[in-house]
């Protein structure tokens, strides 16, 4: 496991825009990983981060824990149940769905979770969609659409099955515009789960 002290800020510690707290642990870790991504902008390159469980951070890995500011909180103070940590970047070039079938995380890790940028279509343009293109022609069609629109998708799961995922239209960047839901992108989820297949 490795960090890159691009980490994602926590939020025990909120800044302005920070959206409000989420009722779920997997929704908090989500959302704070949706944010940092935001910070950095859009046009920016698939992101991995492995989910750790807080509280056995801070007492296995102490100079982790420090290095990701989880050492400092006052007794009883609120700190995530999940910490993200940024992995070292996706090799250029490889599909993302190869690069996730080489993956095998320490049991250290308690999930796992994805930021990717895509162009998607609305509802009402799926039945425009040309039969027989490859991925690469479909890529290109989508993104010469009319109605296409960015999105940045975060999508987590954990080694019990839980699910989380965030959805940010480019066009309404504001972290009160986060769609969240468990189900939102389901092929990205079963990419990432498959992870912690034995």
Known sequence: ?????????????????TPPMAASPLTRAVLEIDEYAS?????????????????????????????????????????PSYTPIEQDELPAGTALDEFLATIAWP?????????V??????????????????????AKWVAKHPERQEVRMTVAVLRDGARESAVRLREKDSPTEVLTGPDLVPGLAEALAATFAD
């Not at 496991?1 to 825009?17: F, K, L, Q, W, Y």
């Not at 046009?43 to 989910?51: E, N, S």
């Not at 940028?117 to 479909?138: C, D, I, N, T, W």
């Open 1 to 17: 496991m490795s960090s890159n002290a691009g980490s994602p800020s926590h939020p025990d510690r909120p800044e302005a825009g």
């Open 107 to 115: 049991s250290a890790v308690t999930g796992c979770a994805l930021t």
């Open 39 to 79: 910070g950095l902008g859009w046009d920016q390159p698939a992101r991995l981060f492995a989910l750790v469980d807080t509280a056995k951070l801070r007492t296995q890995e102490p100079a982790l824990a420090a290095q990701l500011g989880l050492d400092d909180a006052a007794p009883g103070a609120s700190v």
């Open 117 to 138: 940028e895509r162009l998607m279509l609305p509802p009402s343009a799926e039945g425009s969609v040309p039969h027989g293109m490859s991925e690469k022609q479909l």
